[in-house]
């Protein structure tokens, strides 16, 4: 496979020298750039392509992911199995994210993220079939979800050890909000597309047009060269279990991974549980229009938040927005618990979504500016079980609560563990650099 040059080159992630990228920004009528902003992330030509590519890819997700809540309130109107059919598509992160991260740091990262991207396009095109029926097989369409859930997790690890790699460290920031930004523009883009789809025709074409993004993927791949995993080592168990060492020896890295579990176990049941909370505390029919317009604001929101991190906010602490981002959170989601309007909602969900994505960026940061190359795959795939593995399993405990005792306590309990969190977490380094860090000591030293 042809490589890529190391990101600690000035030009990592394009094979281009800076004077060209700084001779295309003079055209474009951009003549600097600040290291570390979204702007100087983007100018480097094979990042922007992988970003484009997954972009695209993603706005076909998103139009599946919000069908898929929307169709399992329709079947059952039931938060449990909502957050079961949740669980299905977010729970393998939780069971396979390691073996991804394990697969990023040890084989040919473009081969396995083209064959896993081919791999959930076929189990789409399954779960298309599956849906055609007007009540479909409950247990079919969890199954089906299951398998295209163990795709995504074997391949989230991957692609996010590749995406700061493909710029300078310098740059790395920029990139990461960035990334956020595609995510979650996506999310804006994909359910608008998706809930319109799925009223006038069903669920089963949202599925086909899902399987047909992944061919953005597999065509960006085709056209750029990825680095090549650096060498960590480590070997059999140890190399499964090298990210769990350098959390264990690392205090930030630490406090990074458990904060963003515990976060998304807590207080992010309301995204599993969206279809509930519109119909019943909003009136909105989860199978409208106006359904994927809410889901859309919360995803605009997102949007600016991650967006604010790599321009506005490029240059301030991360540790220390992470805390002030909580706050934010707990406010707006005690607000979002409590109301019943619908027009309302637009409003509290969209600046929801800013502060709740402002947190994310901020905290992703701080962890990956923390680590080394070598073993960047295997600690983000921890941090992959804990930001969607474990959301599922929130979100089937927030379910059944909601079932029992209502909407508004379960948030509003998410609400007081997010201020909890901001008093808790507490992201500043050490003064001494410790192992996985960005001048770390051989991890098997002491092993």
Same mark, same amino acid.
């Given at each position: 496979m042809?490589?890529?040059?190391? =990101?600690d ?46 972009f695209? @890819?993603?706005i ?27 669980? +299905?598509q ?8 390691v073996?991804?991260g394990?697969?990023?740091?040890? %084989?040919?990262?473009?081969? #396995?993220?083209?064959?896993l ?8 095109? &399954? ?17 089906? &979800? ?7 997790a074997?391949? #989230?690890?991957?692609?996010? =050890?590749?995406v700061?790699?493909?710029? /300078?460290?310098?740059?790395? /920031? ?10 979650? =523009? ?17 669920p ?8 047909? @993004?992944?061919g ?12 090549e ?17 350098v959390?264990?020896?690392?205090? &930030? ?7 963003? +579990? ?30 994927g ?12 938040? +991650?967006?604010?991190?790599g321009?506005? %906010?490029a ?8 805390r002030?981002?909580?706050?934010? %959170? ?5 607000? %979002? ?5 619908? #027009? ?10 800013c502060v709740?994505f ?5 905290l992703?940061t701080?962890l ?7 073993v ?10 804990g ?5 599922p399993?929130?979100?089937?405990l ?5 079932d029992?005792?209502?909407? =508004?306590?379960v948030?509003?309990?998410?609400s ?18 410790? /192992? ?12």
């Amino acid at each position: 496979m042809t490589t890529a040059p190391p =990101a600690d080159d000035p030009d990592a992630g394009d094979g281009r020298s800076d004077f060209e990228d700084y001779e295309d920004a003079y055209l474009e009528g951009n003549r600097t750039f600040t290291p570390g902003t979204a702007r100087s992330a983007f100018a480097h030509r094979t990042f922007r392509t992988v970003y484009l590519g997954a972009f695209a @890819s993603n706005i076909g997700t998103w139009m599946q992911n919000v069908v898929l809540g929307a169709l399992a309130f329709k079947l059952s109107h039931s938060a449990t199995f909502v957050a079961l059919v949740s669980a +299905a598509q977010l729970g393998p992160l939780l069971l396979f994210s390691v073996v991804g991260g394990m697969i990023a740091d040890a %084989f040919d990262r473009k081969k #396995a993220l083209m064959l896993l991207s081919i791999q959930q396009a076929i189990f789409s095109i &399954v779960l298309a079939v599956v849906t055609i029926p007007h009540d479909p097989n409950r247990a079919a369409l969890v199954g089906v &979800v299951f398998v295209i859930g163990v795709g995504n997790a074997l391949f #989230a690890p991957i692609f996010s =050890a590749v995406v700061p790699v493909l710029v /300078p460290r310098r740059d790395l /920031p920029g990139a990461i909000s960035l990334n956020s930004v595609q995510m979650n =523009a996506s999310r804006v883009i994909g359910p608008v597309i998706g809930a319109a789809i799925y009223s006038r025709w069903g669920p089963s074409w949202v599925f086909v047009l899902n399987a047909v @993004s992944f061919g953005f993927v597999i065509v960006t791949l085709t056209r750029v060269a990825l680095p090549e995993a650096p060498a960590s080592g480590g070997q059999g168990l140890h190399r499964l279990l090298e990210g769990f060492q350098v959390a264990r020896v690392d205090r &930030v890295v630490r406090q990074c991974l458990t904060l963003i +579990a515990v976060f998304s176990f807590l207080c992010l049941p309301f995204i599993t549980e969206m279809p509930k909370i519109a119909n019943d505390h909003l009136g909105i029919d989860s199978k409208s229009s106006s359904y994927g317009v809410l889901y859309a604001c919360f995803g605009f929101g997102a949007v600016i938040g +991650a967006l604010s991190i790599g321009t506005v %906010f490029a240059q301030a602490s991360k540790a220390r927005l992470t805390r002030q981002g909580l706050i934010g %959170f707990a406010a707006m989601l005690t607000i %979002f618990g409590l109301l019943r309007s619908a #027009a309302l909602a637009y409003v509290a969900i969209l600046v929801l979504g800013c502060v709740y994505f402002a947190v994310i960026t901020s905290l992703s940061t701080v962890l990956q500016e923390r680590l080394d190359d070598k073993v960047r795959g295997k600690v983000m795939a921890l941090w992959i079980m804990g930001f969607g593995g474990v959301v599922p399993f929130g979100g089937l405990l927030g379910g059944s609560l909601m079932d029992r005792v209502g909407i =508004a306590p379960v948030l509003v309990g998410g609400s007081l563990a997010a201020l909890a969190l901001a008093w808790w977490g507490d992201l500043l380094p050490d003064a001494a650099a410790m /192992p996985g860090s960005r001048h770390p000591a051989p991890l098997d030293q002491g092993a």
